[in-house]
């Protein structure tokens, strides 16, 4: 497939780590150094769906077509109010899209699996124009009581629309089945059965093994995947990183003997936004014309599961 349009949307809200430490035993000073993050948009009063609209319909914009061209909505979310009906349902009913849509939930890689499903159909000829809309709240997942996660995350929404073409050049996934290093919890209702007992836990997070876990993941999935398509290293362009931690990107970029330009990031003012992160640096790079005809990107991205993948796509 080709990427025919991008979009993304964010919160107004803007948190600095200033008005973090006004409230946490926090500071700027620990911050920064540790992951890049400046400050981050967080939703208030909006509704988590709009940000995925709005995001739809600049991806749509761009790509010139319209919603009844779309033949497949996929959505990559991870938390929402809703627990049915899917958030792709509930995006799809407000721009008036009527094909399939399915919801996936595979955290912060969540858009490489989307491209890899999306671009799966298209292969076998079930589909040839394709919305995929990431859109996260990861900030309603943590305690604010706790300074080692609340600090690390933004909300907000990443859009692509994919068409005809052959310019997506390889994607490679891969888990490492383990659910105590990001996990949150929730009790679903009572029944008259029940007897187990159960508990609601926001996020909890073994930071340093996620991180270890980040690097080695991101580096040997790129390696991996360049190796296979026959691709070297100096024939990519920019690396599309997940926007988790400034030192998780600078450790990849060390490990693959990259340079600075080639590794764009907002994390400085985003945080992590989960799935959405990757969508919303492509479309705020590709709006302020970063990229040119022929560029090659490599997406990689890691994170709960835990999961991560690596896409390799030409411009
Ligand atoms: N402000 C001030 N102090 C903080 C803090 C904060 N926001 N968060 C944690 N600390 C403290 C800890 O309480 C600890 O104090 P102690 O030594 O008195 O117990 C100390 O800092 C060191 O904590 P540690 O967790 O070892 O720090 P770290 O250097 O590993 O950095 C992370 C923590 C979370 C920034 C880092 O582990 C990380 O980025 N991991 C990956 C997280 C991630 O990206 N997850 C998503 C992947 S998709």
């Known amino acids: ?37 400046h400050s981050r948009h967080v939703i208030s009063s909006e ?75 298209y292969l076998a000829g079930k589909s040839k124009n394709i919305l995929i809309v990431c859109v996260e709240e990861p900030t309603r997942m943590c305690s604010w009581e706790d300074r080692s996660t609340c600090v690390l995350f933004g909300d907000g ?46 996020m909890q997070m073994r930071g340093r093994e996620v991180f270890k876990f980040a690097v080695n993941a991101s580096t040997r999935d790129v390696e991996s995947l360049l190796s296979t398509i026959g691709m070297k290293k100096e024939e990519v362009g920019y690396y599309m990183v997940h926007q988790a931690n400034k030192r998780i990107i600078d450790a990849i970029k060390q490990y693959l003997g990259e340079s600075d330009e080639k590794f764009p990031t907002n994390i400085e003012d985003h945080g992590n936004s989960s799935s959405a992160s990757c969508p919303i640096l492509l479309d705020e790079c590709n709006r302020r014309g970063l990229f040119k005809k022929g560029d090659i990107l490599v997406f990689s991205a890691f994170g709960a599961g835990l999961l991560s993948g690596v896409a390799v796509l030409e411009w």
Request: aromatic share 6%; charged share 20%.
């Open 157 to 202: 929404a990443g859009a692509v629309v994919l068409g005809e073409g052959d310019n997506i050049k390889g994607i490679e996934l891969h888990s490492q089945p383990d659910p105590n290093k990001i996990w949150e919890t929730r009790t679903l209702e009572p029944t008259p059965y029940i007897t187990k007992e159960e508990h609601s836990t926001p």
């Open 47 to 121: 509704n988590l769906e709009d940000f995925g609209v709005k995001a739809a319909l600049n991806a749509l914009e761009m790509s010139g077509l319209g919603v009844e061209d779309i033949d497949y909505f996929i959505c990559s979310n991870v938390v929402n109010e809703y627990v049915t009906p899917s958030m792709s349902c509930i995006i799809a009913s407000k721009i008036g899209l009527t094909c399939p849509c399915v919801d996936i939930n595979c955290a912060c890689p969540g858009f490489i699996y989307a491209l890899d499903i999306a671009e799966s159909r």
């Open 1 to 37: 497939m080709k990427i025919l349009g991008t979009g993304s949307a964010i919160p107004t809200k803007v948190v600095t780590n200033q008005m973090l430490s006004e409230f946490l035993d926090t500071s700027e000073e620990w911050i920064v150094p540790r992951t890049g993050i």
